[in-house]
């Protein structure tokens, strides 16, 4: 199964997409849109014309998004709502199932616990997919979202369907 | 020039189509997506396929949305942006130039003061547009910022193209 994870923003959005197979992660891109258009309406067209490129080289079947997180101020969340609407829309234009992780479960998922830290978080990305350079903050966000699904969404699926042994 | 209005949200999205002749404004049609899915992904297809029939039903060439407004909480905002990002994507993808008013000066456009109530902006869009019935609060808000957008843009449009009188 192939994954995209996403870390939407207006300006920087990360993404980055691994392959699961069986318990075994493999890593196959990642990178972030640095969005140009000076307002919100031409950066979305930017993004989504970005996302569709990555979709078509890789065809992922499942998305994996961080949950809405309500820390910022209404202007930043409604900013960040704009770019998360239009990745949502068009990952389920191209038929993937999305799924939403809270930022707290996804550093617990990669970094062992939930406060970690955004260099912690792209150091244990860097150690669990075998990359050689640290991936940029957003676009190590993004990779975090899809090991978390790959963790805990595939491995449910996983224990339902009798694949893997029943250990914590 | 047709103008549509949007008046976004994730459960009850407004629009509204109306026709620019001159000063004239001319109703066209007006609506509200009620949104059935239970989550946001499928709200966001919904509005998306809802609002492109609209679109190509009357092909307008301006849109009208009202500026983002910040007296809410994070978590409505976030929502709202959601939908205000996917119908702002829509519209760019139509070839639609995209125009925002802030909330206070719709109302004062359309009902003359900038703390107008719900019920007055509609009462004075059905007054306006010389509509039967009254329109429902999201159509009329919907409504009130295509108005305001033809009022305000258009009118500055003629006056710089001397295609009106020059008074006050």
């Given at each position: 199964m192939i994954i995209i994870g996403i870390d939407p923003g207006t300006l920087h959005l990360g993404w980055g997409v691994i392959r699961a197979d069986g318990t075994r992660l493999v890593h196959l891109e990642h990178g972030v849109i640095h969005t140009k258009e000076p307002a919100i309406p031409g950066r979305l067209v930017e993004i989504d014309d970005a996302l569709q490129q990555v979709l078509a080289r890789h065809a992922p079947g499942e998305g994996a998004v961080e949950a809405l997180f309500f820390a910022k101020d209404p202007q930043a969340a409604a900013k960040l709502g704009h770019a998360r609407g239009v990745a949502i829309l068009r990952l389920m234009r191209a038929g993937i199932e999305i799924f939403e992780y809270p930022p707290a479960r996804v550093k617990r998922a990669v970094?062992?616990?939930?406060?970690?830290?955004k260099h912690q978080v792209a150091m244990m990305i860097q150690a669990t997919l075998a990359l050689r350079a640290l991936p940029p903050a957003d676009a190590a966000d993004a990779l975090a979202v899809a090991v978390t699904h790959a963790r805990i969404h595939r491995m449910d699926v996983a224990l339902r369907t009798g694949r893997v042994a029943r250990t914590r």
């Amino acid at each position: 199964m192939i994954i995209i994870g996403i870390d939407p923003g207006t300006l920087h959005l990360g993404w980055g997409v691994i392959r699961a197979d069986g318990t075994r992660l493999v890593h196959l891109e990642h990178g972030v849109i640095h969005t140009k258009e000076p307002a919100i309406p031409g950066r979305l067209v930017e993004i989504d014309d970005a996302l569709q490129q990555v979709l078509a080289r890789h065809a992922p079947g499942e998305g994996a998004v961080e949950a809405l997180f309500f820390a910022k101020d209404p202007q930043a969340a409604a900013k960040l709502g704009h770019a998360r609407g239009v990745a949502i829309l068009r990952l389920m234009r191209a038929g993937i199932e999305i799924f939403e992780y809270p930022p707290a479960r996804v550093k617990r998922a990669v970094a062992g616990r939930g406060q970690a830290d955004k260099h912690q978080v792209a150091m244990m990305i860097q150690a669990t997919l075998a990359l050689r350079a640290l991936p940029p903050a957003d676009a190590a966000d993004a990779l975090a979202v899809a090991v978390t699904h790959a963790r805990i969404h595939r491995m449910d699926v996983a224990l339902r369907t009798g694949r893997v042994a029943r250990t914590r």
